[in-house]
Nanobody, 123 residues
Framework: QGQLVESGGGSVQAGGSLRLSCAAS????????MGWFRQAPGKERDGVAA???????TYADSVKGRFTISRDKSKNTLYLQMNSLKPEDTAIYYC?????????????????WGQGTQVTVSS
């Protein structure tokens, strides 16, 4: 399977915005459920948002109303628009993909992962 490469991370003050991108090296990912996960130091990897092939989206309660997941199949790219960022959003953010029937925020469902991009939100 081809690579997933995240970009767009960085440092921002609380209340700011960032947009993460995940570029897929193969168009086959257009038929996959894709998601964003994050992992803070000393914590488990948690689901942030997922989008299925029809565009249906799922969000963690902690980011609802602040984050928006989207995908551009023509560019083989997944996005995460993050607004109203909080210090507790600080983590490494990963994109991931799978072909299971249900597109849920369960890390174990996703066999394909990017290398991650750091997001740091200061107060």
């Amino acid at each position: 399977q081809g690579q997933l490469v995240e970009s767009g991370g960085g440092s921002v003050q609380a209340g700011g915005s960032l947009r993460l991108s995940c570029a897929a090296s193969e168009s086959t990912y257009s038929s996959y459920c894709m998601g964003w996960f994050r992992q803070a130091p000393g914590k488990e990897r948690d689901g942030v948002a997922a989008i299925d092939t029809a565009g249906y989206t799922t969000y963690a309660d902690s980011v609802k109303g602040r984050f928006t997941i989207s995908r551009d199949k023509s560019k083989n790219t997944l996005y995460l628009q993050m607004n109203s960022l909080k210090p507790e959003d600080t983590a490494i953010y990963y994109c991931a993909a799978h072909r299971r029937p249900f597109c849920l925020l369960i890390p174990g469902d996703f066999p394909y992962w990017g290398q991650g991009t750091q997001v740091t939100v200061s107060s």
